[in-house]
């Protein structure tokens, strides 16, 4: 049968060169040549094409193939979307295959190189022509790689066109782009780039109605089945005549549910053997990742509860489908689709959505406390808050803010740190459940280091080894204590050998952790708790002594 090509009102502006071309035609238009760069979808180019109706619906109807005689129903259809679409003018090669199967197609268009969904809502011709009411289907195409979360916000205004499409008394036709080709960057190419893309659109059909035109499945199976057939120009993204060919193919099936006859000859010069074998994928396309087709969308029937096991069998409200099979095993609970042991889930601790704390854990489902040391992340700028002594050179004020952060989130009697002496990177202090601190009066720290009387010294660093020293008269490895002291008397908290060790290196060791390392400063501790951490314990402190090149520091176990 030969093809009807109904004459096309071309308008292109070409913003750049301010050039308007207009002209009407019954042939081919062709695809203005470009290469490089110029084949992008440039946004500061506005390219619209606005396709006459055509022929009426009667002089369709004497041409197309009726199954009992009776003139086939014409459809309107509008493509919204951009140079995707525009590439040799996809919606003239869908009016070619619907009237050579026998289901003519009237299209009109509104195209905008390089627009997204947003873009098109926002200058509102697409609205406009949508809120008429003329269309029985609306093909919505966003920006490439749009549907992925990047540019424009697929999220937002894909609803919006679907609200708006059901609203006219039109079925919407989600046109699922393609992944870029075998010579793009890893992120933009693959079945799993493609699967995301067409999820995205899948979602937005089932939530807003319409159906899915799978057109970047259909490329990768063509890759596959007819590997030297061309699919993409030179930049990777936009089709040549044969991948907007295939495109064609998969839309007129989508809107049509047949499979399309190619006509004689093809269109945009095609052999027809190799349009024939694009046309016969439209209704053969595999669904990706391992997914079942169920009415027109992929779905996963091992864990999908709206399809489990087989398509249209829905799992109850809140239940998930596991391996097929609706519900939780035995012993689990639906938490948000997941089965959770909540016995002893962190995140659902007796209950759903129940969390515990850090430094906390799930068991017999009550949060509680956990091991003897919880790193807590944190900042310096946090910590700063809490006590603003707490600077790169203030590890005493540190100290105390890191405590204060500890038993604010319970499990904890101390804390030592930060990790990081470097505003404002973020990083952890330790938070520690056992021993204790004690009081002890400065009377007995000046003992230990005459520096620290607790008048003209008590926090320095005198008073840094003096806490150090009390603590090893005490039959312990060592400790540290906390400013701000109150009265006469200072927070002090030693470490015993299940707790601690005292590791002594020379200077030099402690710079190659942290250039700027100064003793008693928040930039030497970064030195010590990194020390520590390279020989194996959850974390370090220090230095603890000073002696000519040599430093002493505690690192701390689990």
């Not at 470009?34 to 992008?40: D, N």
């Not at 905008?112 to 269309?135: M, P």
């Amino acid at each position: 049968m030969p093809s009807l090509v109904p004459s096309v009102r071309v308008l292109v502006a070409f913003a750049s060169l301010g050039v308007v071309v207009s002209c009407s035609t019954t042939e081919e238009v062709p695809t203005p040549a470009c290469e490089g760069a110029a084949c992008a979808e440039p946004r500061s180019d506005a390219s619209v094409i606005d396709a006459a109706p055509g022929p009426d619906a009667g002089a369709l109807a004497d041409a197309a193939d009726g199954a009992d005689g009776a003139a086939p129903k014409v459809e309107r259809v509008l493509f919204v979307g951009n140079s995707y679409t525009e590439f040799n003018d996809l919606p003239r090669v869908v009016r070619e295959l619907g009237a050579e199967t026998g289901a003519p197609i009237v299209t009109e268009a509104v195209l905008v190189g390089g627009a997204t969904l947003s873009d098109h809502w926002s200058k509102g011709d697409a609205n406009g022509k949508i809120d008429k009411g003329n269309f029985d289907a609306v093909v919505l195409q966003g920006q490439s790689l749009e549907a992925l979360g990047g540019e424009g916000d697929f999220a937002t205004y894909a609803p919006r066109f679907g609200d708006k499409v059901k609203a006219a008394g039109s079925r919407a036709v989600w046109y699922a782009t393609w992944a870029r080709g075998p010579g793009a960057s890893a992120n933009m190419r693959g079945e799993a780039v493609a699967n995301r893309i067409e999820q995205a659109y899948s979602k937005v059909a089932i939530a807003k109605g319409g159906k899915v035109a799978r057109v970047g499945a259909a490329f990768l199976q063509a890759q596959i089945r007819l590997p030297a057939v061309p699919l993409y120009i030179e930049d990777q993204s936009h089709p040549t005549k044969e991948g907007t060919f295939l495109a064609a193919c998969t839309i007129a099936h989508t809107l049509t549910g047949k499979v399309p006859r190619v006509p004689d000859p093809a269109p945009l010069g095609i052999p027809r053997a190799t349009a024939q074998a694009l046309c016969n994928l439209a209704a053969d396309v595999r669904c990706l990742e391992g997914g079942e087709l169920c009415d027109g969308t992929c779905f996963k029937l091992q864990t999908d509860p709206k399809h489990c096991g087989t398509c249209a069998k829905a799992c109850a409200a809140g239940d998930p489908c596991i391996v097929g099979q609706c519900g939780c095993p035995n012993g689990t609970t639906a938490c948000s689709l997941e089965c959770r042991y909540l016995q002893s889930d962190r995140d659902h601790c007796g209950a759903c959505g129940k969390a515990c704390d850090a430094g906390r854990y799930c068991s017999s489902g009550a949060c509680v406390c956990s091991g003897s040391s919880v790193p807590v992340a944190v900042s310096l700028p946090q910590l700063a808050a809490i006590d603003p002594g707490c600077t790169e050179l203030g590890q005493s004020a540190c100290d105390n803010a890191a405590k204060q952060v500890c038993l604010s989130r319970g499990c904890a009697a101390t804390g030592l740190g930060p990790a990081s002496g470097h505003a404002p990177s973020g990083d952890s202090v330790l938070c520690l459940s056992t021993p204790v601190p004690a009081q002890v009066d400065y009377s007995a720290l000046q003992a230990m280091d005459a520096r620290c009387d607790g008048v003209t010294e008590r926090h320095g660093e005198g008073c840094v080894t003096a806490v150090n020293r009390y603590c090893q008269s005490q039959g312990t490895v060592g400790g540290f204590g906390h400013y701000p002291a109150t009265g006469a008397q200072v927070a002090v908290t030693c470490l015993g050998t299940s707790r601690a060790l005292a590791v002594t290196v020379d200077n030099s060791a402690l710079q190659a952790q942290a250039s700027r390392c100064v003793p008693h400063a928040v930039t030497c501790n970064t030195a010590a708790w990194n020390l520590c951490k390279s020989f194996g314990f959850v974390a370090g402190v220090g230095p603890v002594e000073a002696s000519a090149d040599l430093r002493t520091v505690l690192c701390v176990r689990n």
